[in-house]
């Protein structure tokens, strides 16, 4: 017999249209997904998990992140990109061993876990061997996290003879083991996209084959796109030209975007995904959000740079709304001489974000980031008796505004509790923090004498 789970009595912030909120309700789960959810369900046979005082949210998803950087936690927190590209991607990534990756991958996930999140866009951009790829995809698979593993490059520094690595296609025959291996069929929690260079960061021969090799295998590509000028000016009005680009097309950050050609990008269906915290500490300008919401759509957000900040997505929604809200405010107050009349975004359109946005940037919002019957049973349970956020007037604005990881008590992916009381269910934590301080310390210090040596 199926073993079923009934939450009991939380308060409901679906994010569905059609289920709406329920202050007090209950959630049952069955074979992974959501069956029913309800003011009062009678499941007898299902065991029931008290949820009174606690606010159940669709689980976050982190719409872009570079879990590989997780053993390097805090090292480039003062360097702006140009720093950081010259350190970590020419400099550190190059030392990085498959197992570097794997246990990197792992601790960041489970720390994203911990946080509330059941959905990570892994952004792996350091995969100079099959066996790294696999280290860290075998990495996500462990932690139990639903994970969109997106496969890129390493950039580091050419050797002499070598091609740079804006000049180097996208790797066909890789992507193609893996989604023969690993990836293979569509239900299971992990779901492969490509990293690619994109216009910005490759010529135009590379990026107009990296566009075609995602269309061709039916995944979604995403490309970061600002720090510098573009490898290739002028390149996306080629794509757009070629035909190229549409739904399944992902950029990230595209501060620097002019409107007119943002507002193309917009009508063909291309997804934007915000990291706001990393995009004004590293100099990407002011995240890209407002401009979206002015053409009726809306961004996904992503934590980015374990090396830089370790975010929870509650917090990156947190930032990502008060930088849109300063924006609009002191637009505002420029063009009228006063604040506006009422607040520009709203705490709702923020959990949105870090929610059923980041599942339509994935193509996957008819399975998540929202709680409905039918889909995955992917849920967050914030606990919301705590002193901070009591009392509870509007449970959007505690997540939203003033909830943290540490008030994240449950998480369930795929129906399956992968953080319960309070505390992760994955065990080993301290072997594993061992390994991942080993690890770092090992390619901080391996770069150190290298520096030494040249
Ligand atoms: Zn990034």
């Known amino acids: 017999m199926t073993r079923r789970i009934l939450l009991s009595g939380a308060t409901i912030l679906s994010m569905d249209p059609a289920v ?77 061993r498959p197992e570097d990756i794997g246990i990197a991958t792992l601790v960041g996930a489970l720390g994203q876990i911990d946080a509330g999140t059941t959905t990570l866009v892994d952004w792996c951009h350091n995969n100079p061997t099959p066996a790294h790829t696999d280290a860290a995809v075998e990495a996500l698979a462990e932690s139990g996290i639903r994970a969109a593993f997106f496969h890129g490059s390493p950039k580091p520094d050419p050797k002499p003879g070598e091609p740079h690595f804006s000049e180097v296609p996208h790797p066909r025959a890789e992507v193609e083991r893996l989604l023969r291996g690993r990836f293979a069929g569509d239900d299971g929690l992990l779901t492969l996209g490509l990293a690619i260079l994109g216009p910005h960061y490759a010529t135009m021969e590379v990026a107009r084959a ?38 399944g097309i992902n950029i990230v950050h595209g501060n620097d975007l002019p409107d007119d050609l943002l507002g193309q990008l917009v009508d063909l269906g291309v997804s934007f995904s915000v990291t706001p915290e990393n995009e004004m500490t590293q100099g990407h300008g002011f995240p890209i959000t407002g401009r979206l919401l002015a053409r009726g759509v809306a961004p996904s957000l992503g934590v980015d740079l374990e090396s830089v900040l370790a975010g929870d997505m509650m917090g990156v929604a947190r930032v990502a709304l008060g930088m849109q809200r300063a924006l609009d405010n002191a637009d505002s107050r420029q063009r009228t001489g006063a604040i506006p009349p009422t607040s520009t975004v709203s705490v709702r359109q923020a959990l949105s974000w870090v929610t059923i946005e980041g599942a339509r940037m994935l193509g996957l919002d008819h399975r998540i980031g929202s709680l409905a019957p039918g889909k995955q049973a992917d849920i967050t349970l914030i606990d919301a008796r705590a002193l901070h956020l009591q009392p509870l007037h509007d449970p959007a604005a505690a997540v939203v505004m003033q909830a943290g990881r540490g008030d994240v008590e449950a998480v369930m992916v795929a129906g399956r509790f992968v ?6 269910l ?29």
Do not use: C
């Not at 029931?48 to 879990?67: C, K, L, Q, T, W």
């Not at 994955?426 to 290298?450: F, M, N, P, Q």
């Open 210 to 247: 990296d566009f075609r090799l995602a269309r061709e295998l039916g995944v979604v590509a995403s490309m970061h796109q600002g720090g510098g000028a573009a490898k290739t000016p002028g390149g996306w009005e080629k794509l757009i030209a070629e035909g190229l680009v549409g739904r």
């Open 426 to 454: 994955a065990g080993g934590l301290d072997d594993e923090l061992e390994r991942l301080a080993a690890s770092g310390t090992r390619i901080v210090e391996e770069l150190r004498r290298r520096q030494q040596a040249a």
């Open 419 to 424: 953080k319960r009381d309070g505390r992760l």
């Open 20 to 96: 709406g909120d329920l202050p007090r309700g209950d959630i049952l789960v069955a074979d992974g997904k959501i069956v029913a959810i309800a003011p009062r369900i009678e499941a007898e046979d299902a065991e029931r998990v008290d949820a009174a005082g606690r606010i159940a949210v669709p689980g976050f998803v982190n719409a872009h992140m570079h879990s590989w950087q997780t053993g390097l936690r805090g090292l480039a927190a003062d360097w702006t990109l140009l720093e950081y590209f010259r350190w970590v991607h020419a400099g550190l990534a190059t030392l990085f």
